[in-house]
């Protein structure tokens, strides 16, 4: 399985496209959404030089998808994905593909229904900070909340006992990691 690195879900009021960047070049792109019960195909379509997107998919395809498959003729390539359809008259809760991240979104928290996912990166070094280990990304990162939603990570004990432990938001504009407020409400959890 691969991380999203090629593959980009772009997030719109209505629903999501993919975007595929195509580096080897491959002809006749199409799109797989699956789970264990079914598979739902969706055309792309080329732009140049090595581009593909989807149409406008709603929210509700995704609903219990694991797996984004990008193939071909003689390629095939799987990007999971772990995403969640929230309402806003509904709690909501979304792990993370290893279980160290749960996020809890409580009634309420979105004016319009969306589409969120948890994407796992590898460790991150901007100028003088660097992560101990990877990293995760919320996406996506521009919906509007009426309430605050709830990060907790699942940490070990020598996670748990570490200076400086917090959570912390790169703001791209400035590309600075930003503290965020943080509670410790379990021995295991921040």
Known sequence: MNSLDELQILSSENGVFLEYQ???????????????????????????PKTYYSGLIPFITFKNIKEVEISSNNYSKKFQ????????????????????????IPELSVYDTAMI???RLNTLKID???????????NPDNIPLAIPVNIKFNLNEN????????????NQKKWEWEYQLTKHLLPNYI
């Open 117 to 119: 996912w948890i994407e």
């Open 22 to 48: 195509n580096p080897k070049n491959i002809k006749n792109v199409r799109s797989t959404l699956l789970n264990e019960k079914f598979s739902k195909h969706f055309d792309l379509y080329f732009t140049p």
């Open 159 to 170: 996670q748990a006992n570490m200076n400086g432990l917090g959570i912390y938001k790169l």
């Open 128 to 138: 003088n900070f660097s992560s101990l280990a990877d990293y995760y990304k919320i």
């Open 81 to 104: 994905i772990f995403s969640k359809v929230i309402y806003p008259n509904t709690k909501s809760e979304l792990k993370s593909i290893d279980d160290k991240i749960l996020l809890e």
